[in-house]
RNA sequence: GGGCGGGUAGCUUAGGUUGGUUGGAGCACCCGGCUGAUAACCGGGAGGUCGCCGGUUCAAAUCCGGCCUCGCCCA
């Protein structure tokens, strides 16, 4: 057994900062994973951050919950590795190179080198690796950063290679297409995220268009604000259930805006809510009729020669949609497939030709029309409308004002493009993505049903190619002559099926794996393969951790057979479809399993006004505010405590303040306040009996056994916030506040004693378990204590409770060579102690409500009602400053009683008719009506009262000074009462003085800071109307504050000792 | 526009699946007390139309419907 150190004035960051280097030293964090490597496997998948920005609050908080999980399934006995990782890949990332090196555009991209470019990036990801290290150990999140995976990583790209090579061989990868928000000029497509930085207000034509039935003499009127879609369009849509007119043209129009019109006797097709805002000429309804009547007709396309029809059978034809809706244009929705995402779904749908009459560049390609061939679209609008102009085509123009989306770096309107783009075809496996779901543990439940489970019920193909340059290449080559695709595996599939075996290179990133030309797999066929140019969603990459994070299968399937499926993973609810979804779409399609059992989805942490923390808007908290003042515990504890770890938490840097004050600095003294006896007492832990010690002490050990198995219970079920939080009510409340307050005079004893000795036994055991219990959560300032109390890290320790074997009891496991559990609970003496607590509280407002300092004493006080707890009678006494309290049976001597409606009962007995019977039962004298009750003679307001529809309270007579409270729950509840003795005498007027004077001395050495051990010289002068000082009482006076020579005057004092007043009368003193 | 979640005292929040007339707690504030007890502790006070409107009921923070508002995700 260790030698405790005498404990000092708690400094957290120093301590925090010391601790630090001792675990680095001793290896701590490696011992306690390495120790219980005979134990069950329990995995923790860590989701990777991205290092090239600067770690926040909020990351503090997702890790924090990371780290405590694995923590106490570690203490548990588990065997919990931790690897580390970092997400490096991304649009993000090149988003902040192109900004700092001005490279708006591919064009410039590939100018400034795309080597060069991938270099930057690679840089780029390690700006700010070193803060997140720093901000990682500081707030003793235990993860292997020295061995983490890298998504950047050859090892990993190639595992990721692999997983895709099997949803290809699987056929669930294919080429498609996506539309897109596309700037031309950049040669960008944008995300969601970007394109809302660019949305600007615009003013453009918009165009009313005739297309022509071919069997049919009329014309189907369409709208679209972009013209520049016109040639691509191959068919339109209407709602089924709408309601369309035929209309005829009967006359011209007051006036006439622009360019467009329509002749007398035209008929025109639109829905019939639409055609007031539309049509400008005077008109005759001739039909009207259901969108379903339209679906089938085919039309004359605008531009004949843009679009080959090929196979096409629904080319040029009406066809249905649900996405019409008349709240603008005419009720038909223009459709060009290419360049709008309904478009292109529906055209898939129907089978519409998908071909670009519009090239990479934002310019008309050859053959779409001799007149805007080769020219930027959106310079074309003016001409295509003077076009169908000509061809009387245009019923009108209108300019049309909306907010448009326009790219944030050149400001130019975005197109919407069906870009070529790889997919994994999600919806194939829909079925088993739910099944696997289902058995996934949600903490909270609502997201994995909820927002999970819904996205996954409307799941659509995974768009997993990006036109970029930075990340992991996609490994699908395509051969020149036939089109035979293959999907390299590994790095060794490239060198095996590879022309030049020289070009394959080591690094996997573009440009070099650009260079790689296959021979084709096909038979007979001669033909080179060319890799697709694409990168993969970087979402990909992580969504491959966990298995990836072993090079995994090529450097063996070992770790992976370990590891998989995971146990826990836990990260903030924006990963539901970012992380969550990733892993699970990898492992249901590659490996056709679930991916984790467990998963904690965490709130958004919110500044104090509730807005999202972000850099932009200035509100970030920087963690290092927070360890350098109050440290990572009280951060830790904070963020653990204020809420469950699924509600979004309001971070208020005051809280940290609090819970430093209140939790840790209590502790701290509790501990030291132990610890400082048990050095200068050479206290030594040993078999003590809990059965023989005191009362106070029994109760404690029952209290932490009651808090310890319920803290673990809230673990198991995710409810940190309620573990902790009763946790922090007994270390504050019933260690500090009550046990430690009844319990410094024990220790102050210098001769050894059995009650100091239980006292301090009791200390040791409930310090060192509530060090275990608290060790996951705040992990510093508790191995502080646990190691100077055991000699060991709480680390290392075991959890005191629930593991392993299932056991059910709190285990102290700190005495050398024993084994033992705390005395089991006692509930009866938790109640009875319960009682005695509330009573105290009784008897202070009773003083105050009285107006008698709580320093006179009184002379008696009887507990009247209750339970039995004559083992407190002195503890309460001294607590209360009463000479001697009894028990009194005689309920009447000081109260009455009070009837009080059960509205349960009574509401269902009397329903409408109960305020009447409320009035009643006010009204009635509570004695009478009592008796009555019990007699079963009650009659109120018509209704028969039985016992059980009153509740009976017991109040005060007037002239005691008494207090009572209701104690106990339901049927168990009784009124218990306290009453004191208000009368004062001359014998308790004296003790009343000497504590007076007591206290004033002890106040002046501890202003002095004298030592507590001093001797002093006293001299006391009573003044005029002062009471009398008893002898005994003196002498008390001198004991108490260790007074060698005491000297007792009456008169006033001179004008430089210190005085007060008690009862007006003015005391003096002075000391040296 | 769709999905999910939140709105309770100046601030942070508990409770809400099971309706019960008096909605708890902490911080801050005010008054008092206590202390060789710690940036502590104890007692008391003030502070709430439980987002709004309507419904069900003898009774609604709680159940139902609608609305407003904030957040996240997706369009």
Redesign the pocket.
């Known amino acids: 057994m260790a030698s405790p150190k005498p404990a000092g004035?708690?400094?957290?960051v120093s301590l925090e900062e010391a601790l630090m280097t001792t675990w680095k030293r001793e290896q701590t964090f490696q011992q306690s994973i390495q120790m219980r490597h005979d134990g069950a496997p329990f995995i923790f998948l860590e989701g990777p951050p991205t290092a090239n920005g600067l770690p926040g609050i909020h990351h503090v908080a997702a890790r924090t919950y990371k780290d405590l999980v694995c923590r106490w399934k570690a203490m548990e006995g588990h065997f919990v590795e931790r690897k580390g990782g970092w997400d490096t890949h991304g649009l993000p990332v090149e988003i902040e190179v192109q900004k700092r090196l001005d490279l708006l555009s591919n064009e410039a991209i590939l100018e400034f080198g795309m080597k060069e470019f991938n270099d930057e990036c690679k840089k780029s990801v390690w700006t700010y690796e070193d803060a997140w290290r720093k901000m990682t150990e500081r707030m003793a999140f235990w993860v292997d950063l020295d061995d983490p995976y890298i998504t950047l990583h050859n090892e990993y790209i190639e595992s990721g290679w692999w997983a895709l090579k099997q949803m290809f061989d699987k056929g669930l990868l294919y080429k498609g297409h996506k539309v897109l928000p596309f700037c031309p000029q950049t040669g960008t497509s944008y995300s969601?995220?970007e394109v809302?930085l660019g949305y600007k207000e615009v003013e453009e034509p918009s165009v009313y268009l005739k297309f022509k039935l071919v069997d049919d003499d009329a014309a189907v009127l369409a709208w679209t604000t972009t013209p520049w879609t016109l040639p691509g369009n191959v068919g339109l849509a209407v709602g089924p259930e709408v309601t369309y007119a035929r209309i005829r043209i009967v006359a011209e129009p007051e006036g006439w805006d622009g360019r467009g019109g329509a002749a007398i006797g035209e008929e025109l097709i639109l829905a019939e809510d639409l055609l007031a805002e539309t049509l400008r000429h005077q008109i005759e309804i001739i039909d009207t009729f259901p969108g379903s009547e339209l679906v089938g007709k085919a039309y004359h396309p605008l531009f004949p020669d843009a679009v080959e029809r090929g196979d096409s059978e629904a080319a040029w034809t009406i066809v249905p949609a649900d996405f019409v809706t008349t709240t603008d244009g005419t009720g038909v929705v223009h459709t060009a497939v290419m360049y709008g995402?309904?478009d292109y779904i529906l055209g898939m749908e129907v089978g519409f030709p998908a071909q670009h009459t519009v090239d990479i560049d934002g310019r008309f390609i050859a053959g779409t029309h001799n007149s805007l061939d080769g020219r930027y679209v959106k310079d074309c609008d003016d001409d295509i409308i003077d076009l169908l102009h000509y061809d009387n085509l245009l019923y009108r123009e209108q300019m049309y004002t909306h907010d448009y989306p326009h790219c944030w770096r050149t400001g130019h309107p975005l197109l919407y493009y069906a870009m070529d783009s790889w997919f994994v075809r999600m919806t194939a496996v829909k079925e088993k993505l739910l099944e696997f779901n289902d058995q996934v543990e949600w903490a909270?439940e609502?997201?994995g049903?909820?927002?999970f489970?819904?996205?996954l019920r409307?799941v659509?193909d995974w768009a997993i190619s990006r036109e970029r340059f930075w990340g992991t290449p996609l490994p699908v080559w395509i051969c020149e002559e036939c089109g035979h695709q293959h999907c390299a595996g590994s790095r060794q599939d490239m060198l095996d099926t590879a022309i030049d075996a020289a070009v394959v290179p080591e690094d996997l990133h573009r440009p070099f794996v650009d260079d790689v030309r296959l021979h084709c797999q096909t038979d007979g066929c001669s033909g080179e393969m060319v890799r697709e140019p694409f990168v993969l969603d970087c979402w990909y990459d992580s969504g491959c951790a966990f298995f990836a994070q072993w090079h995994h299968p090529f450097a063996g399937t070992e770790k992976l057979d370990a590891n998989f499926p995971i146990d826990y993973i836990c990260e903030?609810?924006?990963?539901?479809?970012?992380w969550f979804y990733t892993l699970l779409a990898v492992s249901t399609t590659a490996f056709d399993s679930l991916c984790y059992k467990r998963c904690l989805s965490l709130?958004?942490i919110?500044d104090?006004?509730?807005?999202?923390m972000?850099k932009s808007k200035d509100n970030a908290i920087d963690p290092w505010d927070h360890f350098n003042?109050?440290g990572a515990d009280a951060t830790r504890w904070y963020m653990v405590t204020?809420?469950?770890p699924?509600?979004?938490?309001?971070f208020?840097p005051?809280?940290v303040?609090?819970t430093?004050?209140?939790m840790f600095?209590?502790?701290?003294?509790?501990y030291?306040?132990h610890v400082n006896y048990a050095v200068m007492d050479d206290f030594e832990p040993t078999d003590n009996s809990v059965a023989s010690r005191a009362p106070l002490d029994r109760w404690l050990l029952s209290r932490l056994n009651a808090v310890g198995l319920s803290l673990h219970d809230q673990f198991v079920g995710w409810d940190f916030?309620?573990a902790c939080r009763e946790l922090e009510?007994f270390v504050?409340?019933d260690l500090?506040?009550?046990y430690?307050?009844?319990s410094?005079r024990r220790l102050?004893d210098d001769a050894e004693s059995a009650d100091k000795l239980a006292c301090q036994h009791t200390l040791h055991e409930v310090l060192v378990t509530v060090c275990r219990l608290m060790a996951p959560v705040a992990p510093y300032m508790v191995d502080e204590i646990h190691r100077n109390l055991v000699g060991e890290s709480v680390h290392l320790a075991d959890w005191p409770a629930g593991t392993p074997g299932c056991r059910r009891d709190i285990q102290i496991l700190h005495i050398p060579g024993k084994v033992r559990g705390l005395p089991s609970r006692d509930e009866e003496l938790e109640e009875r102690m319960s009682l005695a607590r509330a009573l105290?509280?009784?008897g202070?407002?009773?003083?105050?409500?009285a107006?008698r300092?709580?320093?006179?004493p009184c002379q008696a006080g009887w507990l009247v009602g209750g339970l039995d707890i004559s083992e407190f009678h002195s503890l309460l006494a001294d607590e209360l400053?009463v000479e001697a309290l009894t028990t009194e049976d005689d309920l009447d001597r000081f109260q009455q009683i009070e009837l009080?409606?059960?509205?349960?009962?009574?509401?269902?007995k009397?329903?409408?008719?109960?305020?009447k019977v409320?009035e009643a039962l006010a009204a009635a004298d509570a004695d009478e009506t009592w008796a009555a009750i019990q007699a079963g003679k009650c009659e109120l307001a018509g209704f028969e009262i039985t016992p059980d529809d009153v509740e009976v309270?017991r109040v005060e007579k007037e002239g005691y000074a008494a207090a009572s409270i209701e104690f106990g729950e339901g049927e168990a509840a009784e009124t218990v009462s306290l009453v004191l003795d208000m009368s004062s005498t001359p014998d308790l007027l004296s003790k009343g003085l000497a504590?007076?004077i007591?206290?004033?001395?002890?106040?002046?050495?501890?202003n002095?800071?004298?030592?507590?051990?001093?001797r002093?010289s006293l001299t006391v002068w009573l003044g005029d109307g002062s009471p009398e000082l008893g002898d005994v009482d003196w002498e008390h006076v001198q004991t108490?504050?260790?007074t060698d020579v005491g000297v007792l005057l009456s008169g006033k004092g001179p004008e430089e000792a210190d005085s007060f007043t008690v009862d007006e009368a003015s005391i003096h003193f002075s000391f040296d």
């Open positions: 004035d708690l400094n957290p969601t995220h809302a995402e309904d909270p609502w997201v049903e909820g927002r489970g819904e996205w409307n659509k903030g609810v924006d990963q539901t479809r970012g709130g958004l919110l104090k006004q509730g807005k999202k972000s003042r109050e204020s809420g469950a699924w509600n979004p938490l309001k208020d005051a809280g303040r609090e430093y004050a209140k600095l209590t502790l701290w003294n509790v030291k306040f916030h309620k009510d504050v409340n500090s506040n009550w430690v307050r009844r410094r102050w105290a509280e009784a202070r407002r009773i003083r105050v409500d107006g300092r709580q320093r006179l400053n009080v409606p059960n509205w349960k009962a009574l509401g269902a009397a329903r409408a008719d109960l305020p409320k309270r504590r007076d007591i206290r004033r001395v002890q106040q002046k050495r501890k002095l800071d004298l030592d507590i051990a001093a002093i108490e504050t260790r």
